[in-house]
């Protein structure tokens, strides 16, 4: 995720106001891919651990990261609106929300950590 934030940013930095969809729809093609071979390799290595299923605790770290990154997505999403509003084009909008989008995952990640390493 966080190399695909840095990709983003390259991209929309390269060309603020134009669409990047062409380029997008391939990249995220594979990425599903890359992370659907990834996942089958891991389950291989440890199928116990891939059929497991969370317990108390990492349901509740996974819930409160969650509600947490979507505080984030809602505030990203609330300043695309805004700086729109202020009269930004709506190709920035979209790059915006996209942007929120990724931040969010990220966020819902680094939450997942740090609760977990905080044992909630």
Partial sequence: MLV??????QRVAAQPDTPIIGSLVPYVLAVIVLSIIAQ???????????EAHADERERIVIDRAGNWSGIVLGLGVVIALVTYIGGSSATL?????VAALIVAQLAD????????RRAV
């Fill in 93 to 97: 909008l979209a790059h915006s929300i």
């Fill in 4 to 9: 695909t934030g840095v990709w983003y940013v």
């Fill in 109 to 116: 990640c680094l939450f997942q950590i740090f609760l977990l």
């Fill in 40 to 50: 089958t390799i891991l389950a291989i290595l440890s199928p116990k651990e891939a």
